[in-house]
């Protein structure tokens, strides 16, 4: 079984310039959820004015929550700080994202913070988490390139890797934001990885902006990787290359998981029901191929 973290909702729609109202993100999730997806990371908890499409997300989690609670999904959310992270527990969020990344010049740009002070900042964030039994996954961005440093180090991925897990989190999820990796980098980034790391406790977030994505998800299989975030309708474009792609569609990662004989538990129809649904909100067309093909054909 491979593990699917629907990122749509909050990578997504985060990098979607169109401000959508909660009733929409919340019939979007809730499509989502009908689609067999276990875990759907669902808004971060920002301030208001930083990210005006996460604006909304107590009043969203609040509302999905009350939606969802007779599933078994896993509604992450991301977490800036221990104020953000304040809110998101007095609703009842069960599990945190906390992020990083493997370049200062990117962090400083992003949140004004150098790594370390990344972690600063997390330190009491992750603490209380753990007080308060709330999973926690990290995410790192930036692992394979940088749009400012360029090419990254694996001694930094495996640095800041090691970091995430002495802050207490279950998995780590490493990220090509800007999707430069290539197969042969991924391969041997993750056979690093694995002499330090328990193979089961990271995952993969590639971006097709350079149309890798699922070359690099095969690789990653290659290599043990189980976990994998991914976008319905390949939502979310990438916030440092304008009109490039984003996060490699969740029906793409489907189509080649399912031709290698590997179960997710998504029923594919009802998940591009959803991607449909919000791709008209957003009001645009698709980066999946195989939803292109499937909406031209009517055929899975
Ligand atoms: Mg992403």
Not at 107 to 115: E, G, L, P, Q, S
Not at 192 to 206: Q, R, S
Request: aromatic share 8%.
């Amino acid at each position: 079984m491979i593990k699917i973290v629907e990122v749509g909702p909050r990578d997504g729609l985060q990098n979607e310039k169109t401000i959508l109202t909660t009733e929409d993100k919340f019939e979007f999730i809730s499509l989502l959820s009908q689609s067999g997806l276990k875990t759907i990371e669902i808004t971060s908890f920002v301030k208001s004015d930083a990210i005006p499409q996460m604006s909304d997300a107590v009043a969203l989690f609040t509302k999905v929550e009350a939606g969802l609670r007779n599933t078994k999904i896993n509604l992450p959310c991301l977490v800036p700080n221990l104020k953000g992270y304040e809110t998101a527990r007095s609703l009842g969020v069960k599990e945190i994202a906390l992020f990083s990344a493997t370049s200062d010049a990117f962090t400083k740009k992003n949140v004004n913070a150098t790594i370390d002070e990344t972690f600063e900042r997390m330190k009491d964030v992750a603490a209380q988490a753990i007080k308060d039994n709330v999973r926690i996954r990290g995410y790192i961005s930036t692992a394979f390139g940088c749009p400012y440093q360029g090419k990254m180090d694996v001694k930094k991925l495996l640095e800041v890797t090691q970091k995430f897990f002495d802050l207490g989190v279950y998995e780590v999820s490493v990220g090509d934001t800007i999707g430069v990796a290539t197969p042969s980098q991924v391969k041997s980034y993750i056979k690093e990885l694995k002499k330090n790391f328990e193979v089961e406790k990271l995952a993969m977030h590639f971006h097709d902006t350079r149309g890798m994505a699922l070359t690099n998800i095969y690789v990653s299989l290659e290599e043990g990787i189980t976990t994998f975030d991914s976008s319905a309708g390949g939502l979310g474009g990438c916030p440092y290359a304008k009109g490039a792609t984003g996060n490699v569609a969740t029906e793409d990662v489907w189509y080649l998981l399912q031709s290698l004989g590997l179960e997710t538990g998504i029923d594919i129809e009802k998940l591009a029901l959803a991607s449909k649904f919000i791709l008209e909100k957003v009001k645009r067309n698709t980066e999946s191929k195989f939803l292109k093909a499937y909406f031209n054909t009517g055929k899975v």
